[in-house]
Nanobody, 115 residues
Framework: QVQLVESGGGLVQPGGSLRLSCTAS????????RYWYRQAPGKQRELVAA???????NYIDSVKGRFTISRGDAKNPVYLQMNSLKPEDTAVYYC?????????WGQGTQVTVSS
């Protein structure tokens, strides 16, 4: 059973940066697409960023120009660099990895942006 564990979250001041990582155990083969989602208190989970196997990326409008999703290897398949963080970015962030046959989710890492 594959488990995904996110790391890199924490408390940061507005304007600060964080880099989220996603670690797979055991490693995942045959990855197609990689995603980061987030869920703020009282809100639905939303897709923040996606990167395809070909390297194409997509972002929600509110993070364009501030966040960067990137591919890693089979053990750490996806990262999210978050710059110029705002209080409205506060949420639990989840990585999601899709293969041809399976979808894997992590348990989430808390990101809190506050002064």
């Amino acid at each position: 059973q594959v488990q995904l564990v996110e790391s890199g979250g924490g408390l940061v001041q507005p304007g600060g940066s964080l880099r989220l990582s996603c670690t797979a155990s055991p490693i995942i083969f045959g990855i197609n697409d990689r995603y980061w989602y987030r869920q703020a208190p009282g809100k639905q989970r939303e897709l923040v960023a996606a990167i395809t196997s070909g390297g194409s990326t997509n972002y929600i409008d509110s993070v364009k120009g501030r966040f960067t999703i990137s591919r890693g290897d089979a053990k750490n398949p996806v990262y999210l660099q978050m710059n110029s963080l705002k209080p409205e970015d506060t949420a639990v962030y989840y990585c999601h990895i899709a293969t041809r046959l399976n979808n894997y989710w992590g348990q989430g890492t808390q990101v809190t942006v506050s002064s």
